[in-house]
């Protein structure tokens, strides 16, 4: 019989949601960065934002809630649930929340990767009250509330 090998996980909280890499930008020479969302029952970004990546959602398990602003910044919410791609033009005014009473699960891809992935970083392991300042010195715009 063989040992069982150990896989040993690339992951980062960020409140209350878990981050396990799966590519990160050293890996892709800074083209993307991929990685496992698991985002509980009530979670996701606190406020609208934009930055210059490109961001892709794949929706495995849960459902998810995007709200994207048009050009004239009027936000529309699209919920998405497993099987579902979510594409987030980079600049595009945007959030994520797990509105649902579960939590989801979902692959998430940015391109390029190295200013996503370092704030997620310094972010895991920063106080609450620093990752706003985090965000923006990462390329982060926060833009405004939910209404």
Known sequence: MRPEATIHRDTVSLGDETIV???TSDQSGGALLAFDVLMPAGGGPPMLHRHDAFELYRVDSGELAFYLADDDGNVARTGAGPGSVVPIAG?????????SGAEARALVVFSPGVAMERF?????SARREDVPAL??????????GLD
């Open 21 to 23: 890499f799966r590519v």
């Open 91 to 99: 600049g595009r005014e945007h959030t994520i929340r797990n509105e």
């Open 120 to 124: 997620a970083r310094a972010a895991g």
């Open 135 to 144: 965000a923006a010195a990462h390329g982060i715009e926060m833009t405004r």
